[in-house]
Antibody, heavy 122, light 107 residues
């Protein structure tokens, strides 16, 4: 059973960098056929995909956030990370990490972390 | 970017009733790339239906998905108390996007 667990500061000041880590257990992030994603959900709103890192190390970001996002991975620790720069109050959200499985019926987010709440405020 | 529209925004029903949720996409999507998730308050979304109509592991058969092109439907044949939640559709074209969600609430 794959498990994902987010960690990081719950409060970030405006204009600073938001940094989160997702620890993966029960599966290797270097295994083929999957990508490792960040998705966020502002309070009371819907889901927004942020980006992913592929098992090979390649990355792909939401065009609307691309200029501020970096996703990286530490294969030795089986974890991947999100950095979002120049944050504003609009970046306040619950941040989820999730696995995207490229199955026979298309890519699906099959495993999710429990989410971590991040508030941007001075 | 493919935009997803879900209707209704809120569905008020009683346990035992049938729920029909709609998801429309701004462009035709591969049928295989339309997915449904269920989210309960304070929880992460859970994979429900993928490939339009394939139920994920441990999802009961009262949940079914259908559709093609730009129109897709999630049906819950008889609502159980644990089914009251928010449901999101999601597509994967060049990148993943989610619909705004349909809240199924107890009438």
């Amino acid at each position: 059973q794959v498990q994902l667990q987010e960690s990081g500061p719950g409060l970030v000041k405006p204009s600073q960098t938001l940094s989160l880590t997702c620890a993966v257990s029960g599966g290797s992030i270097s295994s083929g056929g999957y990508s490792w994603n960040w998705i966020r959900q502002p309070p009371g709103k819907g889901l927004e995909w942020i980006g992913f890192i592929y098992y090979s190390g390649g990355t792909y970001y939401n065009p609307s956030l691309k200029s501020r996002v970096t996703i990286s991975a530490d294969m030795s620790k089986n974890q991947f990370s999100l950095k979002l720069t120049s944050v504003t109050a609009a970046d306040t959200a619950v941040y989820y990490c999730a696995r995207l499985w490229f199955g026979e019926l298309g890519p699906v987010f099959d495993y999710w972390g429990q989410g971590t709440s991040v508030t941007v405020s001075s | 970017e493919i935009v997803l529209t879900q209707s209704p925004g809120t569905l008020s029903l009683s346990p035992g009733e049938r729920a029909t949720l709609s998801c429309k996409t701004s462009q035709s999507v591969s049928s295989s790339y339309l997915t449904w998730y269920q989210q309960k308050p304070g929880q992460a979304p859970r994979l429900l239906i993928y490939g339009v109509s394939r139920r994920a592991t441990d999802i009961p058969d009262r949940f079914s998905g259908s559709g093609s092109g730009t129109d897709f439907t999630l049906t819950i044949s008889r609502l159980e108390p644990e089914d009251f939640a928010v449901y999101y559709c999601q597509q994967y074209g060049t990148s993943p996007t989610f619909g705004p969600g349909t809240k199924v609430e107890i009438k």
